[in-house]
C-alpha cells in the first residue's frame, strides 16, 4: 500500500518519489494492478515496515506545504477517470482507493 499513498500524495502534487526503484513499475502495475498488495521473497518484514514509514513521512511533507487554494491538479493516468481533483480532496480519494482495493482482497 505504500505505492499507493506515494502516487496519490506524490504522483498528483508532483512531487516525485526520491528512489524510484521501490515503486511499482508501470509494466508491474499493467500486469497486476494489485501488486504493491503483497510482499517479494526479497523482501523482509523491516523493510516493508521502512518503506511504509517514509511514504507517511513522503505524504506528510505533502500535507505540510500544500497549495490548498482551491485550485485542481491533473491526476495520474491511471487515475484519469476522476480526470481532476482539487487539491484538498486528495485524501478523500485515498480513503477511497483503500477501501476498494481492502474489498477486493476481501473476495
Known amino acids: 500500500m505504500a505505492n499507493v ?9 508532483a512531487r516525485e518519489w ?5 515503486r511499482i513499475s508501470e509494466r508491474e502495475y499493467d500486469t497486476d494492478s494489485q501488486a504493491d498488495l503483497y510482499a517479494t521473497e526479497h523482501e523482509t518484514c523491516r523493510s516493508i515496515i521502512n518503506l511504509y514509514r517514509r511514504a507517511w513521512s513522503f505524504a506528510d511533507e505533502t500535507f505540510a506545504d ?9 491526476l495520474a493516468p ?10 484538498n480532496g486528495s485524501p478523500v480519494l485515498m480513503a477511497k482507493a483503500l477501501r476498494t482495493c481492502a474489498g477486493c482482497a476481501a473476495s
Do not use: K, S
Request: hydrophobic share 35%.
Open 5 to 13: 499513498e506515494i502516487g496519490y500524495f506524490g504522483d498528483i502534487f
Open 78 to 87: 491511471r487515475l484519469e477517470y476522476f480526470d481532476e481533483v482539487p487539491m
Open 66 to 74: 500544500p497549495p490548498l487554494d482551491g485550485r485542481t491538479v491533473r
Open 18 to 22: 526520491p528512489t524510484l526503484h521501490e
